[in-house]
């Protein structure tokens, strides 16, 4: 007792649900191109880049996305509400327009301050503000009472996994390649992540077949499979769902008595093709054969973190459901009770994304003028640096399609992979090391979304401005190549 | 299939440990006086009150207490960073002294934009703001790798109940009454409360003894305890604990190897003998006797939402921890990276909380003046408040002593036992429930919190401005008793 070994806690003793999670987004890469970022602003000459490309992750902000000003002064105001005591001076000398102040008043209204709890799935005239969008997105109506406010999408994943899984028997269909947040909270949860591939081939699109498959070996593996997760358009894949695969989806969701968990967040972020929901494809097989589809429960979520908003630090989010129980409702009302409340800000976030200026309010056209200018730049970005990685020997990428990555297949020389095991990393996470040391880049190794065996993939965010960290990564992949040839 | 009947989740089928978590702050009491303040707001007439008062839950700003106008100022700015390009007007037509502005360009040089995600244990400059505070308020060393911004204590706690709880023998010693978002995380973990007993006789005081015997018979139940739980000062009892008993409580510690998590949220709440922190008499305890605490662990926590800031819409928080192994450490980071960062608005109203206007400083008068005002409208409440109390027939309560909470025990006549029974409530949630459908006064019955067998309390806060709610209760009170007596 009294020394070191007297710790309770150790890696042996925490929570080991805890311990196998994997959160590749934010792990070893992550933490080193801080370290180097920090070794730049402290003057460091002795690397050979001059500045760390957080490609890592999608945080638009922290790159070259600038927030949209009607938020942003709506949000100025909301947290100093004495400015709405001299509109003269917002008008005439900062530039606020009348339709700025107007919107600070009703959120205002709506929250008291945001400084104070709202109720603990959200403000309701906020929630009504989301059901109203909703409607008009899908052209079916929406019911306030079944939105829920969350801290990002990722608290109400959060959420809902939570309520679904039961016990370590408990499954999950997740897409691989996926996001890291459903295997590290289905870990957390010592629940049982049931992987379902991607095909790579047609685009990284979802095949019902390759879902059934997983789904029945599941099964006979004694899994109790209760949900599965789309993600549209995907993440890290940037494709987007015709009609027809998300129809085949419900229809297996329906056959199999499965939550619909689509996970929407990059809905505004498609470049080929469009964004069709969930709800709506629900509520048009509904339509078509009534009764039939009653019994889907379908989560949707989405956040103000992507898109053209990139308020990810903000943390604002919403989910609606549908088809649920309504005394289940009442257990995710209680669950979400014990975190309180999301943030209200991020609560008045949502507001301003799903209800924003509108053609002919006095801000709308600088409101489009800066939304149109960022969809052009991250799609200039994304086409960019597909054509670098047209050139690159042993890697091959589709075209961009929307979300905010490229997940390049990669080819690496044996040799690459032995070096890599004598360090003890996949072939991917040694790559990403060396491009990181070598460029500043920070990339994702595709091990981190899961992928097919035998096959080598990275993440990257087209985010950054400007192609000089393109050229490098170019620069680089010759060089690796070159020398484990 | 097809029908209600074919969904997957109803009560029995989802997760059972959310369905036997219980939330009492935000239950059906709470709900309820939702529909009421709903209703007056649509112009009902037939309630026999005017207005809601919401006395279930420390909500500041729903209530009286206004924001601190130097913190509101700052965020208004890094909400809109393009005000810092207009300084006459913001100073000379709005207000703002010089030092609002220098804070604003700090905070956003140190976040770069507040809608990018920080690291997600916080950004690195903020936790060394926090650090510093800690520095000062106790006077030792504190280390900002050692700082973790969380949203809320909340969610700290949460994070830290995930990684000290294994599995469903592990145990956490709970104060009672409590806050009942411990035995609600714990319900959901399926880790095992084990609850001690305040002491009500001796002002809601903390007697090792009494944890000793419940820590005893958790032992002898095969309950693996692990850590020990402290609110100091108080919730729902506004008890501060003296040094002696803090230093008992890290004495246990030391004996039976726990985590201590010292819940001090309300450190600034108090009315009656001074604040001590279990970080600071940890070090007095390792400068007095070296080597022999040096294996105890303590995590502290804070929040913006208590306190004369009193944001806990913001959802901003911190915890410290001490003499944690670095292995475990780590894998704290990788979980609260799961949910990516905390607000990080809400991060920098910590920085603001730790390091406030200084004497001298353009904004302090102001600052001081409007702290010390929302201190002594706080006090002058609670006393008032208690004083009702006191002509109360059955009512007994201490005198506040801090936090928000009033916390008196109430005797009822047999008859009301009786009546509440055939309703199927406890007599308190009986009793509760009548105050507020006859006053439109919303407060948490004891049972919310736990309570000694045979004993009966309600919580109320002490934020609601005015009298009348007061005398309001008072009136009940007598008809109350008359009725079933």
Redesign the interface.
């Known amino acids: 007792?009294?020394?070191?070994?007297?710790?309770?806690?150790?890696?042996d003793?925490?929570?080991?649900h805890?311990?196998a999670?994997k959160?590749a987004?934010?792990?070893e890469l992550a933490v080193k191109s801080?370290e180097y970022r920090l070794a730049l602003a402290k003057g460091a000459t002795d690397l050979p880049f001059k500045q760390v490309i957080s490609a890592n992750?999608g945080?638009?902000?922290?790159l070259d996305q600038k927030?949209i000003?009607f938020f942003?002064?709506v949000?100025?105001?909301?947290?100093?509400p004495?400015?709405l005591d001299?509109p003269d001076?917002l008008v005439n000398?900062?530039g606020y327009k009348p339709d700025v102040l107007e919107r600070a008043r009703k959120l205002l209204k709506a929250?008291?301050?945001?400084?104070?709890?709202?109720?603990?799935n959200g403000a309701p005239a906020i929630r009504q503000s989301v059901a109203e969008f909703l409607e008009r997105r899908d052209g079916f109506p929406a019911r306030w009472e079944d939105i829920y406010l969350s801290?990002?999408a990722?608290?109400g994943v959060?959420t809902l996994l939570?309520?679904?899984?039961?016990d370590s028997s408990s499954g999950v269909l997740v897409p691989i390649p996926q996001y890291p947040?459903y295997t590290?909270?289905l870990s957390?949860l010592d629940a049982q992540c049931v992987p379902y591939y991607l095909e790579e081939h047609k685009n990284w699109g979802t095949d019902v077949s390759a879902i059934r498959s997983s789904y029945d070996k599941a099964v006979a593996d004694g899994i109790d499979v209760?949900?599965i997760v789309i993600i549209n358009p995907g993440n890290p894949t940037g494709a987007s769902l015709p009609e027809s695969d998300i129809r085949a989806v419900l229809d297996f969701a329906?056959?199999k008595?499965?939550?619909v968990i689509a996970d929407e967040v990059y809905q505004t972020n498609v470049f080929v093709g469009e964004f069709i929901s969930f709800k709506r494809t629900l509520r048009r097989l509904q339509q078509e054969q009534p009764?039939?589809?009653?019994?889907v429960?379908l989560a949707s979520l989405h956040s103000v973190s992507k898109g053209m908003v990139?308020?990810?630090?903000?943390?604002g989010g919403y989910f609606e459901l549908v088809?649920?129980?309504p005394?289940?409702q009442n257990?995710i009302y209680?669950?979400v009770?014990?975190?309180?409340?999301?943030?209200?800000?991020?609560q008045c976030l949502v507001d301003l994304m799903v209800n924003p200026p509108r053609p002919g309010d006095p801000s709308y056209d600088q409101y489009r003028a800066e939304y149109d200018a960022i969809y052009r730049g991250l799609h200039e970005r994304a086409t960019a640096l597909h054509k670098a990685f047209e050139q690159m020997e042993g890697v091959e990428c589709g075209a961009p399609q929307g979300s905010m990555y490229l997940f390049p297949t990669i080819r690496l020389p044996p040799k690459a992979a032995e070096a890599a095991a004598a360090e003890g990393r996949t072939p991917d996470e040694f790559y990403c090391m060396r491009l990181l040391e070598a460029t500043g880049v920070c990339v994702v190794p595709g091990s981190g979304f899961g992928q097919k065996e035998g096959t080598l993939h990275f993440r990257t965010t087209f985010l950054a401005p400007g192609t000089e960290w393109v050229g490098s990564i170019v620069k680089f992949h010759r060089e690796f190549m070159d020398k484990y040839r």
């Open positions: 007792m009294g020394s070191e070994a007297g710790r309770r806690l150790n890696l003793t925490i929570n080991q805890v311990r999670a959160y987004v934010r792990g801080e992750i945080n638009p902000q922290q927030p000003t942003r002064q949000l100025s105001l909301l947290e100093n004495q400015l001299k001076v000398e900062l929250v008291g301050s945001v400084g104070a709890y709202s109720a603990s801290a990002g990722s608290s959060n939570h309520i679904i899984c039961k947040l590290a909270s957390v209760r949900a329906r056959e008595r499965l939550v009764g039939a589809y009653d019994a429960e990139g308020e990810c630090g903000h943390r088809g649920f129980d005394a289940v257990e209680k669950f009770s014990i975190m309180l409340c999301a943030p209200v800000i991020g």
